[in-house]
Nanobody
Framework: QVQVVESGGGLVQPGGSLRLSCTTS????????MEWHRQVPGKQRELVAT???????NYTDSVKGRFTISRDNVKNTVYLQMNSLKPEDTAVYYC??????????WGQGTQVTVSS
């Protein structure tokens, strides 16, 4: 079973930055579409950013211009650089690996809190 492990969450002030990392096990990371989702208690999980196996990124409108998704296929890792953070970015952030339209695995989540 493929394991997905996130790291990098924490507490940051509004306007600050954080970088999340997500590392997967296995040998075919390069074939996965990797995604970052986030969830606030009582709300549905929201897709934040996607990067294809070819490296093409896509973002939800609320984070465009502030967040950058990238991947390192040698390190089996996907990153989410989050700048100009806002209190409404507070959530648990989850990493998701997919292939051929199907879920490969979810991470356990990492908490991001934006507060002064």
């Amino acid at each position: 079973q493929v394991q997905v492990v996130e790291s990098g969450g924490g507490l940051v002030q509004p306007g600050g930055s954080l970088r999340l990392s997500c590392t997967t096990s296995g040998s075919i990371f390069r074939l996965y579409v990797m995604e970052w989702h986030r969830q606030v208690p009582g709300k549905q999980r929201e897709l934040v950013a996607t990067i294809t196996h070819g490296g093409t990124p896509n973002y939800t409108d609320s984070v465009k211009g502030r967040f950058t998704i990238s991947r390192d296929n040698v390190k089996n890792t996907v990153y989410l650089q989050m700048n100009s953070l806002k209190p409404e970015d507070t959530a648990v952030y989850y990493c998701h690996a997919a292939r051929l339209g199907r879920t490969v695995s979810w991470g356990q989540g990492t908490q991001v809190t934006v507060s002064s």
